[in-house]
Structures are given as structure tokens and as C-alpha cells.
């Protein structure tokens, strides 16, 4: 029941943060001065837009089974697909999480940095707790589901490199030497700056 | 039940797209001389990697279903479930459609290049014939399931771009001015050349 209201605040959690992420990047398509850059932001926030669409159906259901104490009464076939739905979930905070790697390889400005940091540190503590739970409820339901839990975290060096560290000397990377100059004013946005785009 | 075959031989040929993708990814993984460019080309195959294991599943299910006429069998759950997965692989091919096209920005060498834009155009195709399966199938199942048929290709400006052109004359996007400078070797990575690494 208790891993039903920690999976509930986990993904309400980083459902706010998606909505964050979204309006620090938009105005990054939006002041694109090239076409690779244009996409390769446009896609990350197409991804995050399809994970926000699966959450907005995940979070009210893991809602109603922690608030009416529900799990017990899902047949085995619904428990199995609520788990695999968790599990997906799952790789969609790991993939955020690099999401907000990447991003700050544009930023300048501390502000905008320590506010992605900040996101990242927390969704990678919720993605190893998601793990730790999945990992808990596939034991205890062995018998209607197994989870695939690879670690993403472990067998893969570049999950330990320090990445605000790493992106603090490097120039924006999407001013790339064939592209036109960047726009200069775009370093300088801060999420305080565009809360007024929502 | 012509629909269950055609997209069993759609998600089958994606899946022997990722590996090709895959193998001409990963070198650039192993040669990244910063910690941006292993992070983002890692990034891409991770969610690739994803996408194929979910693959191994659904290929073989819809495979069945094709050859034994099973998908009058199904129980509503099932087939509401089937159809959940089927359009979230619609997603995927989106996603992968943007990933092919990011690559170009990487790779000099007409080969390459050309072999991931065919890529993306078949990927494309499939893309729009996948939709209008599920768009038949979610109405004549409409009882049982409602797709979120969001269509990734309207609105968007950057998906009528002509990628293959727009990245011809740029310098691989990874090689930004911060970094070192990338390995020459690399641009001229053929599929041919990397055939011996699986």
C-alpha cells in the first residue's frame, strides 16, 4: 500500500517537473538560429510531452489504489499491466534524467544550471527508488509478472561523470561552428525570466 | 487480420533497424573525446535499447496472432492492451525517425549517410501506415479502447525539413568549439567498415 503513495508522489513529482523542463527549453526551439539545433530540442520535448501523456493517466490511477486501498482487489492480468506500466516509467525517469544532463550543456546562467541539477539529483534519487520498489512488488507478484529491471546505472561510465561540472567550461553546444552565432540573449534566460510564456 | 501482419512485418524490420542504427552509433560512443557527445549519442542508443526490448516481446505476439487468426480470441483486457502497446510503438517509430535525423548532423561519408536516410524515410512511412492501422483498429475496437492518436507530424514545423540536405554542409555537430577536436578517423566510419563489431 505505503509503495502505492511513494510510486503516487514520485510521478506527481516529476509530472511537475516535465512542465518546468518544458518552459526553460521551449524558448530554446523557439530562438533556434539552426535546424539541428531546432530538432534536437524539439525532440527532446516531444519525448517529454508523450511521458507527461502516459503520467496523466498513471498518476490518477496510482492515486485512487494508495487513497481507497485498491491493489488488493486488481485481478492478476490488471496488476501485471500496472507493473509493466511502472516499469516503463521507470526507464522514462532514467531517460529525464539525461534529458537534464544534455540541457545543461546550453545553459550559462547558474540559475537555470542549479534548477536543472537540481531536477536531475531528484528524479535520479526517484528513479532508484522506483527501482528498489519495482524490484520489491515483481518478488512479492512473481506469479503474474516479471519485471525487466536492468540497471542503467551501473556498466556505463558516463552515468558517473559529474555532468554540472562537466558542461561548466564548454561553450553552448548547439553553437556549433557552421551554424550561425547563437543568440546571445538565450544564455541569459533564467526560469524566473519565462515564467511568464505559460 | 491483415492488419496484425502487416504490422508484425513493420515492427520486424524496425527491429533490424536498431541494430543496424546501433552499429553505426556506437563507435561514435567509443570515440567520443567529451563527455557531451558520449552522453548524448549514449543517450540515443539507451532509449533505442529500450525500444528493442519491448520489441522482443510484442514482434513475436503479433507474429502469432497474424499466423494462428488468435485476435478474435482475445479478452477485451488483452486486446485493449495490445493496442496500449501497439501505438505506444507508433511513438516509437517517431522517435526513432528524429534519431535517424540527428545522426546525419554527425556523419561526412555518403554512405552513412545514406543508409541512415533511408532509414528514415522507410521509418517515416511506417510511422503513417502504423497510424492509420490504429486509427482503423481503435474505431472498430472502439468499445474497449480509446488511442491517444496525436498526430507527430502536423504543426511542427522542423518535420517538413529535408534533414539530409539542411545537414550536408555542417560540420559534425559534436565537434563544438569547446571540445576537442573529434577524431578524423570517424567521419568515415562506413556500415561496411563496422560489420566485424557484432
Redesign the interface.
Known amino acids: 500500500m505505503q509503495d502505492f503513495s511513494q510510486l503516487h508522489a514520485i510521478f506527481d513529482r516529476t509530472r511537475g517537473y516535465i512542465n518546468r523542463f518544458m518552459s526553460i527549453i521551449q524558448p530554446i526551439v523557439d530562438a533556434a538560429q ?3 539545433t ?3 530540442y ?2 527532446i520535448l ?2 517529454e510531452e ?1 511521458r507527461l ?1 502516459r503520467l496523466e493517466q498513471l498518476v490518477p490511477h496510482l492515486e485512487e489504489l494508495a487513497a481507497n486501498q485498491k491493489s488488493d482487489q486488481l485481478s492478476d ?2 496488476l501485471s ?1 500496472l507493473l509493466s506500466d511502472i516499469n ?1 516509467e521507470r ?1 522514462g525517469l ?2 529525464f534524467r ?2 537534464l ?2 540541457s545543461l ?1 546550453e545553459f550559462r546562467d547558474e540559475e537555470t544550471r542549479l534548477d536543472l541539477d537540481g531536477m536531475r539529483e531528484k528524479t535520479h534519487a526517484d528513479y532508484l527508488l522506483v527501482k528498489d520498489i519495482m524490484s520489491r512488488l515483481s518478488e512479492r507478484f512473481s506469479d503474474v509478472y516479471h519485471a ?1 529491471l ?1 540497471d ?1 546505472d551501473e556498466g ?1 561510465d ?1 552515468h558517473q ?1 559529474d ?1 554540472l561540472k ?2 561548466a ?3 553552448s ?7 550561425p552565432a547563437s543568440v546571445p540573449g538565450k544564455k541569459g534566460l533564467t526560469v524566473g525570466s519565462l515564467k511568464g510564456l505559460h
Open positions: 539552426d535546424e539541428h531546432r530538432l534536437y524539439h525532440h516531444e519525448e508523450q501523456g492480468r490488471e499491466r516503463l526507464f532514467h531517460n539525461e534529458h544532463e544534455l550543456y525487466d536492468t542503467h556505463h558516463v561523470v555532468h562537466a558542461s567550461g564548454v561553450a553546444v548547439t553553437s556549433h561552428p557552421a551554424a
